[in-house]
């Protein structure tokens, strides 16, 4: 089984900010700024209540041996004006047998649930929203809770948001009288700007911190040929910043028919790993009900100054896990969305029917397969089937 | 804080686009987030297989173990 950490302590080192015009006038500035904001805030309420909208799907992942398949559900429903409730359902139902797996345990079948129950509150141009939410599997639960915070400015043109998370897991390794911790803490800050009638941009920062016990109980690394459990450094902190712009087109000023999109992330960590993703996307409007997607994305990462994928000697850290391994992966996705025509569907106003596909390609560049002595890859093929309905 | 509070300012001092030239923006195309379910399930599947996390359209929640 693989079992990702997730949280630490915390945050001590940050993205360098941009140098800006009123960046030296330092302190004595933000309040009188944040003061304008609040008077521009209090303009045209643009701020708005997620949609009542429920989602069910069937999700399929297949790949590396690994097959994980279930239903979700999604449903928001606005009680008044002001508030909005959620609730999401999702099952992983997993069958094993990866690499890992094969070469130093035996396949697996395990079922992960999870829920989360939130609620959103509107009060002007601000939406608070906090959820709780619960995992579950043979050995590893983790409760988190969520809060977000976001603001619109300047007539609903800007939109700032603020988040934080706290997590909670629990690890019992099968087998083993042991129980193990990890304490996880999120900070989000985003904005969203309209910068013409066409184009959007955003900007999210996330800051992670954990701390406990991150390291899989099952997975081990080589020294010398020889399998030695791993062993994990007990923090991990990691940043990472991603700008995102969407461009729409139109052959007028009141409908569109097609967008582009395009998304960039860099991360790093304080375990030595940085990384680079990028996704492009393609949308438009076709044959009266339809609307398609086609999207790539590029995935690459540096390995942690703690992997090897066969220590010389033992060490303080040792890890083998592939995902902490220096790779790279492309997907290329499909996604088709079917609007079914307006009609009398009880208290519904509106369905769609939707399919997405997409093929993964993992390329490993210091993770071998020890059965053949190559370098590892694999493909993976993932497939959702959802319906939606707005009410 | 300032630094970021000027940037706002700059930018939507550039923005200027009125109410009613809006009806593109709000159309589904244009969302970075259009079923969210759907996304969360997206990131989830790459969340479990990369080292990188953080900084995408969905909150995260739960376990990462898969």
């Keep these: 089984m693989q079992v990702r950490g997730v949280m630490k302590g915390s945050e001590t080192d940050t993205f360098n900010t941009s140098a800006c015009c009123c960046h030296r006038a330092g302190t004595r500035l933000w309040p009188l700024l944040l003061v304008g904001f609040l008077l521009l805030s209090s303009g045209v309420s643009a701020t708005v209540l997620p949609e009542d909208r429920t989602d069910l799907m069937y999700h399929s992942y297949d790949g590396g041996g690994v097959t994980v398949t279930g239903p979700a559900l999604l449903v928001r429903k606005s009680v008044g004006d002001s508030v909005s409730l959620s609730g999401r359902y999702y099952v992983d139902t997993i069958s094993s047998a990866s690499i890992d797996v094969i070469t130093t345990a035996s396949p697996y079948t395990d079922k992960r649930e999870e829920f989360q129950v939130g609620i959103d509150y509107l009060h002007g141009n601000t939406l608070m929203g906090i959820s709780l939410s619960s995992s579950k599997e043979s050995d590893y639960l983790a409760d988190t809770f969520n809060l977000n915070v976001s603001q619109d400015l300047f007539e609903g043109l800007t939109t700032v948001t603020m988040g934080y998370s706290q997590g909670y897991d629990s690890i019992q390794p099968i087998n083993s009288t042991d129980q193990h911790d990890i304490n996880r803490y999120k900070y989000r800050l985003g904005l969203s700007q309209v910068l013409t009638p066409t184009v959007l941009l955003g900007v999210s920062y996330e800051g992670i911190a954990e701390e406990g016990y991150l390291n899989n109980p099952y997975r081990y690394a080589r020294v010398l040929g020889a399998f030695v459990p791993e062993v994990y450094p007990g923090t991990h902190d990691s940043q990472a910043l991603a700008v995102r712009i969407m461009k729409g087109f139109s052959s007028d000023t009141r409908s569109v028919g097609e967008s582009v999109r395009a998304d960039y992330r860099y991360y790093r960590d304080n375990w030595g790993i940085s990384s680079n993703t990028l996704l492009l996307a393609y949308q438009r409007y076709f044959a009266n009900r339809w609307l398609g997607e086609v999207h790539y994305r590029f995935y690459q990462q540096s390995a942690a100054s703690f992997y090897s994928d066969n220590f010389a000697t033992e060490m303080t850290y040792m890890a083998r896990d592939k995902e902490l391994s220096a790779f790279q992966s492309n997907s290329l996705g499909v996604k088709a969305t079917w609007r079914l025509p307006s009609g009398n569907y009880f208290f519904i106003d509106r369905m769609s029917l939707n399919f997405a596909y997409d093929y993964i390609a993992f390329d490993y560049d210091n993770f071998t397969d020890i059965r053949t002595g190559q370098l590892y890859s694999f493909g993976a093929n993932v497939l959702q089937l959802f319906i939606s309905a707005w009410y | ?66």
């Design chain 2, 1 to 66: 804080m300032s630094a970021l509070l000027c940037t706002l300012a700059l930018m939507a001092g550039c923005a200027g686009v009125k109410s009613y030239e809006r009806e593109i923006l709000a159309d589904p195309i244009m969302s970075f987030t259009r079923d969210p379910l759907s996304d969360t399930y997206l990131n989830h599947v790459y969340d479990v297989r990369e080292a990188a996390r953080g900084a995408t359209t969905t909150d995260g929640g739960g376990c990462g173990c898969n």
